[in-house]
């Protein structure tokens, strides 16, 4: 099977997948969750709900849309940048994830000295998902693989390529950049927590041409994150 060539492409379809998947957050956030809150729905269980076919649907049909509008030539799992990591590879995965990991926990205490909340807001003052509430698991083992290789294909696997064509070297500075524009209605917490995230995700996945590598840090940082949200720890 033949794929595409991002080529020199203008990189309008990039922001407007960005920002308008930031706008479509911001709708879910503002309005979609506090909609179902209202009918008794928990938040986070509204957001897990109305995130994927809402926020993800779109733009991984944007997404494809932009990679059709390529050139041919090469194939599918070069183009995506899927090969199958190197041990180099996995290494510089591991110590983004270690980076990522430790520059989390340190913004964390920054918001708790600035008096900031690190959550979003479907996630604040949220309750250990345990007894009644155990269903929510389930919900996020569905939530959880189309949020992360949703975005991945589409930040680091489409869009990043198309910016590396047209910026070369500093191509990972505008997907982080955008990326946290996406995240913006998250809140200013969120957005100083996510920081080692937004850095590193993209760099990393640039320098070692590996969408998978992004996917390990996105996955392994939010993974954990979300056992502690559940069990109650943070």
Same mark, same amino acid.
């Given at each position: 099977?033949?794929? =595409?060539r &991002?080529?020199?492409?203008?990189?309008?379809?990039?922001?407007?997948?960005? !920002?308008?998947?930031?706008?479509?957050?911001a709708a879910?956030?503002?309005?979609?969750?506090?909609?179902?809150t209202?009918?008794?729905?928990?938040?986070l269980?509204?957001?897990?709900?109305?995130? &994927?076919?809402?926020?993800?649907?779109?733009?991984?049909?944007? %997404? +494809?849309?932009?990679l059709?509008?390529?050139?041919d030539?090469g194939?599918?799992?070069?183009?995506?940048? @899927?090969?199958?990591?190197?041990?180099?590879?996995w290494? +510089?995965? @591991?110590?983004?994830l270690?980076?990522i990991?430790?520059?989390?926990?340190?913004?964390? =205490?920054l918001?708790? !000295?600035?008096?900031?909340?690190?959550?979003? &807001?479907?996630?604040?003052?949220?309750?250990?998902?345990?007894?009644?509430?155990?269903?929510?698991? %389930?919900? +996020?083992?569905?939530?959880?693989?189309?949020?992360?290789?949703?975005e991945?294909?589409?930040w680091?696997?489409?869009s990043? &390529?198309?910016?590396q064509?047209?910026?070369?070297?500093?191509?990972?500075?505008?997907n982080?950049?955008? +990326?946290?524009?996406? =995240?913006?209605?998250?809140g200013?917490?969120?957005?100083?927590v996510?920081?080692?995230?937004?850095?590193?995700?993209?760099?990393?996945?640039?320098?070692?041409?590996?969408?998978?590598?992004?996917v390990?840090? =996105?996955?392994?940082?939010s %993974?954990p994150?979300?056992?502690?949200?559940?069990?109650?720890?943070v």
């Open positions: 099977m033949r794929a =595409h &991002p080529g020199s492409p203008s990189l309008l379809p990039d922001f407007a997948v960005f !920002l308008g998947g930031g706008c479509l957050v879910v956030v503002g309005w979609g969750v506090p909609a179902l209202v009918k008794d729905v928990d938040p269980a509204a957001w897990m709900l109305l995130a &994927p076919p809402l926020i993800f649907a779109p733009i991984l049909a944007f %997404g +494809w849309r932009m059709r509008s390529e050139e030539g194939s599918w799992i070069e183009r995506l940048r @899927l090969q199958r990591p190197s041990a180099a590879d290494r +510089w995965g @591991l110590l983004g270690l980076g990991a430790a520059g989390s926990a340190a913004m964390f =205490h918001c708790f !000295l600035l008096g900031m909340d690190p959550d979003p &807001p479907f996630a604040r003052n949220v309750q250990p998902l345990l007894g009644p509430r155990l269903w929510m698991l %389930g919900l +996020w083992a569905i939530y959880w693989p189309i949020n992360i290789l949703g991945e294909l589409v680091r696997g489409i990043l &390529p198309r910016m064509a047209r910026l070369g070297g500093s191509a990972w500075a505008l982080a950049a955008l +990326w946290g524009a996406f =995240h913006t209605a998250f200013p917490g969120n957005l100083l996510l920081l080692p995230s937004l850095v590193l995700v993209p760099c990393i996945a640039q320098r070692r041409r590996s969408t998978w590598l992004a390990l840090m =996105h996955a392994g940082i %993974g994150g979300f056992a502690a949200l559940a069990l109650g720890i």
